[in-house]
């Protein structure tokens, strides 16, 4: 079992930045993984996708994510984090850290994060 831990949300004025981090309780072998990524549930909403990368450091963003959000991986550290500027109000939410291996599917517990004035 890997436990995934998050940090790094809080309460942000729109316009502003935030960094995400992610670190894996036990290392995960690289060649056992597929991707490391970060998915959002906004209030309404159903949990999605946000940026994943893969162990090529391939990259892929959501819409809603492209110019604004940076995900970068520490594959040895099996660490991953995700830099978000200018932050909207509809970015609010809880934002998950999931890592997908030969093994399974494990999600961190979620951090908050607030855009608001």
């Known amino acids: 079992q890997v436990e995934l831990v998050e940090s790094g949300g809080g309460l942000v004025q729109p316009g502003g930045s935030l960094r995400l981090s992610c670190a894996a309780s036990r290392r995960v072998d690289i060649d056992r993984i597929y991707t490391m990524g970060w998915y959002r549930q906004v209030p309404g909403n159903q949990r999605e996708l946000a940026a994943q990368i893969n162990r090529a450091d391939s990259t892929e963003y959501a819409e809603f994510a492209k110019g604004r959000f940076t995900i970068s991986a520490d594959n040895a550290k099996n660490m991953v984090s995700l830099q978000m500027d200018n932050l909207k109000p509809e970015d609010t939410g809880l934002y998950y850290c999931?890592?997908?291996?030969?093994?399974?599917?494990?999600w961190g517990q979620g951090t908050q994060v607030t855009v608001s004035s």
């Open positions: 999931k890592l997908s291996t030969t093994v399974g599917a494990f």
